[in-house]
């Protein structure tokens, strides 16, 4: 078991660490990311193997190097992981993998204290937590009373249509991972129904290059709809994630996808809908949402009853020297994305930089490892 004193730690390295990562270099600070994947970039390669990225290339670059897929092209997700093990690469950011976080507490003095899962462990003077926004699926309670007979996956979890078992398909949520697994789904030839509320969708074909520069203003804009503002707020309280960006209602049609009302029930171990059918599946697949994994923060007055941080633009309310980037709407609409999150990096990166840090332990140095 080893211990080692850092300045800043920085949980998670994808895009949202390896930004912060870059910055604390860039204003000289002393940091080392902690990811639990055995490669940089491996939270993009485990996303299922059609993912291809709604946010152009040129929006959804790290930056100093650009994503260089094609300017009118959509990364796929192996791309995006490639991309952001490059990028950790090009720029020197260090990165401690195979190095899951099983806790976080803070000592008397002030300072983070790291528990490993191997056993190491690491003391810190600030903590930025970029461990991602869509870790855990969000599951209906009912769930639970389906039919043991039929296949249960979440988008979280689905990586390819051969987790779907023989026959009809539900796909339970129309955001654009539900549609994109629906489509799926169809082309495998499975008879499919998606349930749940259109959230409306990007009028232009994104693949298409005027559809592709006008999907990216379109998603530029929403980094200006921000909590600072009356309609900011609003949309972040009633935030039901974005719209559909490459996916169409055309498109499900013509695959042949029945559409029906949302799924509020499970009845003789079936899935029901709003109004009142049931829909008999051989697999449901649950596009219900995710939150983030943040359990093993034991630090009282973090985190809320449901688990979410509470923060200010990502600076933990009630605990100096702590802070988050990454979350869903942490200052404007585009936060959680890859467009998006370089802003609240920028700003939690300058906030931190002005927290004064606790005592040093006599005897030990920053980046020392001391047993």
Partial sequence: MTETVLDTAVIGAGAAGLHVGRLLMD??????????????????????????IFSPSRVSSLPGLPLDVGFFRFPTAQQ????????ATRFGI???TDAAVAGLTRDDSGRFRLDLANGDAVLAHRVVVAAGAHRTPKLP???????????QVTSIDYRGPEQLAPGDVLVVGAGNSGTDIALEAARNGHRVTIAGRHPGQVPVDVDTPIGN????????????????????????????????????????????????ARIESVVDGLPVTADGAAIDAATVVWATGSRPDLGWIRIDGVLDAEGEPLHDRGMARRCAGLAF??????????????????ADAEYVVDALCSVERPAERPGTRVGEAVI
């Fill in 141 to 151: 309670e009912f769930a639970r009373d389906l039919d043991p007979g039929i296949t």
């Fill in 80 to 87: 995006m992981g490639d991309y952001l093990e490059r990028y």
């Fill in 27 to 52: 204003r000289g600070m002393s940091a080392e990311l902690f990811d639990a994947h055995p490669r940089v970039g491996d939270s993009w390669r485990e996303r299922y193997r059609s993912l291809r």
């Fill in 325 to 342: 980037v990454g979350l869903d709407f942490q200052h404007s609409a585009a936060s959680g994305a890859l467009f998006g999150m370089g």
């Fill in 213 to 260: 520069i006008l999907s990216g203003i379109f998603l530029s804009r929403l980094r200006h709809l921000t909590i600072d503002t009356e309609k900011g707020r609003a949309a972040k309280e009633t935030h039901r994630g974005i719209m559909l960006i490459r996916n169409k209602l055309a498109d499900l049609d013509r695959a042949g996808i029945t559409r029906v």
């Fill in 94 to 96: 260090v990165v401690r």
